[in-house]
């Protein structure tokens, strides 16, 4: 009998060490406030040269395991080798990531039907007064809809806690041979790779063919004479060898910026400290706006080796008027068209819209009279 209880007695250690042993590996971390170190796996869809890497996720997860005297640790995977781009909401429902980077909701306009209005396209504004804005946004305690705010109905209803990326510079209209002498070359020939629901109305408005793709697959897609063109900011030219492929660029006029998120579950979110919780929300506001200026400092950069390989930009005002004309009542129509399409679904199109452009304007951007004028 004796011999029994000892062998009940071993089995029973084996079984609680075992326990305790499965308990610190689940979910790929371990609680922040048991003094354990909390380890955090982090994807992000874009490479290391891109300026969200440098600007944000590079310093930000350095800073904070310093400052928490590694007590909170990630283990970072780019340019999707964990998760791809645009995916990582997925990722962090199944709980294969603790953090998503590159958390992308212009691109899930379905779960994430407000963070498109960073991407109306504007007059002038640059990446830090566009950044300036979006922090506000993240925080303004306006209500939009239901008596909640952009934050709640985009983040917190869905149970994450989220960090604004830094801002993008302008998106800029490129392509690969078209100049747009005259407004008869916008037809639907020519096909430009969008990022959101918002660029391929812009791209209606225009008279040409939208393609929505992420912009890691775009350098492929112009390499093939798949697409024609592309919207997007020229800072990130270089990065993705763009600089290589782009012709004619319009300059001068704003076709929207972009915004992702760096986000987490709430779960996880609660497994640091209230003094974990600070460092990391302190440097990611930090981070927002010092990434910002990054990417607007890099802008001379790109245009300069794009222009080295036989790019040519061409501004705004120095298109032919009609042209000029075409592309600025294409952007008033494209806050229309957007504000009307999510009143449609039910969302509160007119005041996010109304939001962002006074957040935008009390920054120091430039919008058309009309967008100025909506009530």
């Known amino acids: 009998m004796k011999g029994f209880r000892w062998i009940a007695l071993l089995l029973a250690s084996l079984f609680m060490l075992a326990a305790c042993g499965g308990e610190s590996e689940s979910g790929g971390s371990a609680s922040g406030n048991d ?40 283990e970072v995977f780019t340019a999707g080798e964990l998760v791809s781009l645009g995916n990582e909401m997925d990722a962090l429902t199944s709980g294969s990531i603790d953090v998503a980077l590159t958390l992308m909701p212009p691109y899930d306009p379905q779960r994430f039907p407000y ?17 300036e804005a979006m922090g506000k946004l993240m925080k303004s305690d306006q209500e939009i809809k239901d008596g909640k705010t952009y934050y709640e ?43 959101s629901r918002v660029h391929e109305m812009l791209a209606k408005e225009l008279g040409i063919t939208g393609q929505s793709m992420p912009i890691t697959d775009a350098y492929d897609a112009l390499s093939r004479n798949a697409l024609d063109g592309i919207i997007y900011n020229s800072p990130d030219w270089i990065a993705f060898g763009l600089d290589e492929l782009i012709k004619y660029s319009i300059t001068g006029v704003n076709f929207g910026h972009f915004a992702g998120a760096t986000a987490m579950k709430e779960s996880t979110w609660n ?30 950069e790109n245009i ?13 005002d120095q298109l032919d008027p009609e042209v000029q004309k075409h592309l600025e009542t294409a952007i ?38 009309e967008i100025l004028e909506l009530n």
């Open 153 to 195: 109905l985009e983040y917190t209803d869905k149970g994450l806690v989220a960090f604004s990326t830094p801002v993008t510079e302008p998106y800029l209209f490129s392509t690969t041979k078209h100049k747009f002498d005259n407004v008869g070359e916008f037809n639907k020939a020519i096909r430009v790779r969008t990022a």
């Open 271 to 300: 497994k640091m400290t209230e003094e974990q919780q600070k460092i990391f929300t302190e440097k990611a506001d930090e981070y927002l706006m010092t990434g910002s200026q990054l990417t607007n400092s890099e802008t001379a």
């Open 332 to 369: 008033v129509n494209v806050w229309k068209v957007w504000i009307d399409d999510l009143e449609s679904q039910g969302h509160a199109g007119t005041e996010i819209a109304l939001l962002w452009r006074d957040l935008l304007v009390e920054a120091g951007a430039q919008l058309p009279t």
């Open 35 to 74: 003094g354990k170190a909390l380890k955090l796996r982090a994807s992000s869809g874009v490479p290391d040269k891109h300026f969200w890497h440098r600007g944000l996720f590079e310093p930000l997860t350095t800073t904070v395991s310093e400052e928490t005297d590694g007590q909170v640790q990630f």
């Open 115 to 131: 963070s498109e209005v960073v991407m109306l396209p504007l007059l002038e504004s640059d990446a830090v007064i566009a950044a």
């Open 304 to 316: 300069a080796a794009n222009e080295a390989k036989g790019g040519e930009m061409l501004p705004f």
